[in-house]
């Protein structure tokens, strides 16, 4: 099993430019989930998907971010336009979900964004 | 009501020593409660987790004691090593619903040789 895997590792980028960040879960996983990573704010959900389809986005912080989850292989995040406080370690994770409740997340290696 | 706060933030113990790391919560819908441990440059991975049906949970030198009434759950990392040196966190969640987890701040642990 190859694990969450995301791409690209790393990313620097100049305030203003369009950032998409890649998510390939497990295969077998119907749950996606993107989180945020700073000192100041610890570990943070951005949007869950459940069967592709967002069910939680309230941790978005604004209209600049936006997800998509086209099937079940693939997601992506998007910053547009970028600013430096959105410099951060970016994480996909994935579970199954089920009848029998509760999956365990595993997460990827995470994408380190730097907006300068 | 959705926090989950964690403390210490940051642990320095000798090498043999017990660390100890303690979460506390609010939401008493939760009922599912993992633990994570993070090495620099790598994503969370799962340790250990416990439901609130049994009141602790061991898996080698690692030991969640969980207190419903307290709404408390703790992590004990016996024998401490330095490969054990990471962050940690909790985190808890509801395994009916949006099965989101709520995230501690994490615990950086430093076991010194």
């Known amino acids: 099993d190859a694990g969450v895997i995301q791409s690209p590792r790393h990313e620097v980028t100049e305030m203003g430019q369009e950032v998409t960040l890649r998510c390939k879960p497990i295969?077998?996983?119907?749950?996606l989930f993107w989180y945020r990573q700073t000192m100041m704010r610890g570990l943070e959900l951005l949007i869950y998907?459940?069967?592709?389809?967002?069910?939680?986005d309230s941790g978005m912080p604004e209209d600049r971010f936006s997800a998509k989850m086209p099937n079940a292989s693939f997601s992506t995040l998007k910053i547009q336009p970028s600013e430096p406080r959105d410099s951060a370690v970016y994480f996909c994770?994935?579970?199954?979900?089920?009848?029998?409740?509760?999956?365990?997340?595993?997460f990827g290696p995470g994408t380190r964004l730097t907006v300068t | 009501q959705q926090q989950v706060k964690q403390s210490p933030q940051s642990l320095i113990v000798q090498k043999g020593g017990i660390s100890i790391i303690n979460c506390a919560y609010e939401?008493?819908?939760?009922?599912?409660f993992p633990w994570y441990q993070q090495f620099p440059g790598k994503g969370p991975a799962l340790l250990i987790a416990?439901?609130?049906?049994?009141s602790e949970k061991k898996e080698g030198r690692f030991t969640i004691s969980f207190n419903k009434s307290a709404k408390q759950f703790s992590l004990h990392i016996m024998d401490s090593q330095p490969g054990d040196s990471a962050t940690y966190f909790c985190a808890a969640s509801m395994t009916s619903g949006t099965y989101k987890y709520i995230f501690g701040t994490g615990t950086r642990l430093k076991v010194l040789a």
């Open positions: 416990i439901r609130p049906d049994v």
């Open positions: 994770a994935s579970s199954r979900q089920g009848l029998a409740g509760q999956g365990e997340q595993y």
């Open positions: 939401n008493t819908a939760f009922d599912y």
């Open positions: 998907f459940n069967n592709n389809v967002p069910i939680d």
């Open positions: 295969s077998g996983h119907n749950s």
